[in-house]
């Protein structure tokens, strides 16, 4: 399932530094303005408890966890909705990605410059939303001035998208992104064939220095960031690129050592996966035998078939039944056998829908 978050932020706020700690992928951080032209993207590992717990227990061959996909685009700039800096470029790239991480500078460096000579990121996330939204009203301008000649005829389906265009159009220039303006069902519909940059879901990453990773709250610029975020309701994680690049470095064991030096649970960039992940919506099951213990991604509310055909379209395709147990309820009994004997191991159908931890084995005639 081939899903991605875009990391966005203005040039010189720590985003290739993040992405690079993310993937160890080598991307370019440099001190100067578009060090990232092309994007660069990495797969990741999802981090969950679950999946050491399982391996514990069942003792397979091999483990293998569920990826998420991050692309490192390019600096944007004031602008960019018209071109300027590589902007069409820029934001071609995020039509790309179905999540938007902004990375947003709270922390001052004199050897580190910043595009607009000061530190501001209510600012930069303004610059870089208004940015979105310009383009957005482009795109919706254009629309409009299309459906309108079908709605003036009575067509039944261009008068319903006008109404929709109308009240896009209205929020854009309060510069309201789309994600936050109300929508029914089916409007929302005619909103998702639009393909506009502020529907999609997105996260604001708050970079602090390495001296306020213990307590980033504390830093005015953070709660800033927090306030504006929950303004449109969007959720805010803090991090240091630094340090986890430097945490990105070093093996499991070593990283627990340096985590608990620093007084931190969970690293900032773990944080920020499970988020991202969260943010689409998705969820993990499980499939455990001898030769594996694999997590695999599926979008919640699937239906059983088609987590199925996660795995492979023979799976969907000749789906019997899939026998279901939660991770809490297997790892209580102790082992699948003892699953069954308590009745918590289920025969499905085509009609269950698939909850985040299932440990599922399909059954599959093709």
Same mark, same amino acid.
């Given at each position: 399932?081939?899903?991605?978050?875009?990391?966005?932020?203005?040039?010189?706020?720590?985003?290739?530094?993040?992405?690079?700690?993310?993937?160890?992928?080598?991307?370019?951080?440099?001190?100067? +303005?578009?060090?990232?032209?092309?994007?660069?993207?990495?797969?990741?590992?999802?981090? #969950?408890?679950?999946?050491?717990?399982?391996?514990?227990?069942?003792?397979?061959?091999? @483990?293998?966890?569920?990826?998420?996909?991050?692309?490192?685009?390019?600096?944007?700039?004031?602008?960019?909705?018209?071109? %300027?800096? /590589?902007?069409?470029?820029? /934001?071609?790239?995020?039509?790309?990605?179905?999540?938007?991480?902004?990375?947003?500078?709270?922390?001052?460096?004199?050897?580190?410059?910043?595009?607009?000579?000061?530190?501001?990121?209510?600012?930069?996330? %303004? *610059?870089?939303?208004?940015?979105?939204?310009?383009?957005?009203?482009?795109?919706?301008?254009?629309?409009?001035?299309?459906?309108?000649?079908?709605?003036?005829?009575?067509?039944?389906?261009?008068?319903? %998208?006008?109404?929709? /265009?109308?009240?896009?159009?209205?929020?854009?220039?309060?510069?309201?992104?789309?994600?936050?303006?109300?929508?029914?069902?089916?409007?929302?519909?005619?909103?998702?064939?639009?393909?506009?940059?502020?529907?999609?879901?997105?996260?604001?990453?708050?970079?602090?220095?390495?001296?306020?990773?213990?307590?980033?709250?504390?830093?005015?610029?953070?709660?800033?960031?927090?306030?504006?975020?929950?303004?449109?309701?969007?959720?805010?994680? *803090?991090?240091?690129?630094?340090?986890?690049? %430097?945490?990105?470095?070093? #093996?499991?064991?070593?990283?627990? /050592?340096?985590?608990?030096?620093?007084?931190?649970?969970?690293?900032?960039?773990?944080?920020?996966?499970?988020?991202?992940?969260?943010?689409?919506?998705?969820?993990?099951?499980? *499939?455990?035998?001898? +030769?594996?213990?694999?997590?695999? *991604?599926?979008? @919640?509310?699937?239906?059983?078939?088609?987590?199925?055909?996660?795995?492979?379209?023979?799976?969907?395709?000749?789906?019997?039944?899939?026998?279901?147990?939660?991770?809490?309820?297997?790892?209580?009994?102790?082992?699948?056998?003892?699953?069954?004997?308590?009745?918590?191991?289920?025969?499905?159908?085509?009609?269950?829908?698939?909850?985040?931890?299932?440990?599922?084995?399909?059954?599959?005639?093709?």
């Amino acid at each position: 399932m081939a899903l991605t978050a875009g990391i966005v932020g203005l040039p010189n706020v720590g985003k290739s530094t993040m992405f690079n700690a993310i993937t160890q992928a080598g991307a370019e951080a440099a001190n100067y +303005p578009f060090a990232t032209i092309d994007p660069n993207v990495g797969i990741v590992e999802v981090p #969950d408890h679950r999946l050491d717990k399982l391996t514990e227990l069942v003792n397979p061959k091999k @483990k293998i966890p569920t990826t998420f996909e991050f692309t490192d685009i390019a600096g944007i700039v004031q602008g960019a909705s018209k071109g %300027e800096g /590589l902007g069409n470029q820029f /934001l071609a790239n995020i039509r790309q990605v179905d999540a938007i991480v902004q990375v947003v500078r709270c922390f001052a460096d004199e050897n580190v410059t910043h595009v607009s000579g000061k530190i501001d990121p209510v600012d930069d996330m %303004e *610059t870089i939303n208004m940015e979105l939204i310009l383009a957005d009203l482009e795109t919706v301008t254009k629309r409009t001035q299309r459906v309108e000649k079908m709605a003036r005829q009575k067509d039944k389906d261009a008068m319903a %998208e006008l109404d929709v /265009l109308t009240t896009l159009k209205e929020g854009l220039e309060a510069e309201k992104p789309a994600r936050a303006l109300e929508f029914s069902e089916e409007e929302w519909k005619i909103v998702q064939e639009l393909h506009l940059l502020t529907t999609k879901p997105a996260l604001y990453a708050a970079n602090v220095s390495e001296d306020e990773v213990q307590n980033p709250y504390a830093n005015d610029e953070v709660q800033r960031v927090k306030e504006y975020a929950e303004a449109e309701n969007a959720e805010v994680i *803090t991090v240091c690129a630094k340090v986890e690049e %430097e945490i990105s470095e070093l #093996d499991q064991e070593e990283k627990e /050592l340096f985590l608990d030096d620093l007084g931190i649970e969970e690293a900032g960039l773990d944080q920020l996966i499970k988020r991202s992940y969260s943010l689409l919506g998705l969820g993990t099951f499980f *499939t455990a035998g001898e +030769p594996e213990v694999r997590a695999w *991604t599926f979008r @919640k509310g699937m239906k059983a078939p088609q987590a199925a055909g996660v795995i492979h379209s023979d799976f969907e395709r000749g789906f019997i039944r899939a026998e279901t147990v939660s991770y809490e309820d297997l790892m209580a009994a102790g082992s699948m056998a003892a699953a069954r004997e308590q009745g918590n191991a289920r025969l499905e159908g085509k009609e269950y829908i698939v909850q985040d931890g299932d440990v599922i084995h399909f059954r599959f005639n093709v």
